[in-house]
């Protein structure tokens, strides 16, 4: 069965240091990841996707998340943090190949708390 | 280019009324997803739907709930006899023919009372 892990419930840095939400999955076959984030009251906004190619993704915002296939991580980072990054943090994941949907697999989510 | 749109924001209902939550996926987007966010949890998947096809129905409720998405017009999410436990936030999402990311719209706040 696939699944998604987000070991931390909330993640606190001061605004100006680097950043980084862990993430963990299980999926059979070749996965595609994807980061979103979801501000209060509002739908969740995607930010980066690992379909395949080089490791390393970019995303919106100045976030960028690293596949690690050996140990099935997806962690989401920002060399440097601001207030306004302040927010819910979803790692998703779904398979690829003959009969997948297509539907989308979520971590519990992580809540970013940014310091000034 | 508006991106998906829900409504209603926000709905009550008391306890077995119908609930009827619409969504209107971004121009272009043929494919629609629901998905429920339970007080304290992640999203949880419900429905995939193309035009006038459930392609997966496998986290709806076996009772109640229903989904559409018809030739024209919004897709309908649909819950029959609300109980206190569907209260909830409803996404919806929508994604082109072969773009693996889904774009959400800003939910459905249900209530039930």
């Known amino acids: 069965a696939q699944s998604v892990a987000q070991p931390e419930d909330q993640v606190n840095v001061a605004e100006g240091n680097p950043l980084t939400v862990k993430c963990t999955y299980s999926?059979?076959?070749?996965?595609?990841l994807f980061w979103y984030v979801q501000y209060p009251n509002r739908g969740l906004q995607f930010l980066l996707k690992y379909i395949t190619g080089d490791n390393l993704v970019k995303g919106s915002y100045g976030f960028e998340a690293e596949f690690n296939k050996s140990q099935t991580s997806f962690h989401l980072k920002k060399p440097s943090a601001l207030v306004s990054d302040s927010a819910l943090y979803f790692c998703a994941v779904r398979s690829h190949g003959s009969g997948n949907t297509g539907k989308l697999i979520f971590g519990q989510g992580t809540t970013l708390q940014v310091k000034p | 280019n508006a991106g998906v749109m829900q409504n209603p924001r926000h709905l009550v209902r008391r306890r077995g009324q119908e609930a009827r939550l619409r969504c209107s996926p971004m121009k272009g987007h043929s494919h629609v997803y629901w998905y429920r966010q339970l007080p304290e949890e992640g999203l949880k998947f419900m429905v995939y739907l193309q035009k006038e096809n459930i392609i997966d129905e496998s986290g709806m409720p076996k009772e109640r709930f229903s989904a559409e998405f018809p030739k024209e017009g919004p897709s309908i999410l649909r819950i029959q006899q609300v109980v206190r436990g569907d209260s909830a936030a409803y996404f919806c999402a929508s994604s082109a023919q072969g773009v693996n990311e889904q774009y959400f719209g800003p939910g459905t706040r249900l209530t039930v009372t």
């Open positions: 999926v059979s076959g070749n996965p595609y």
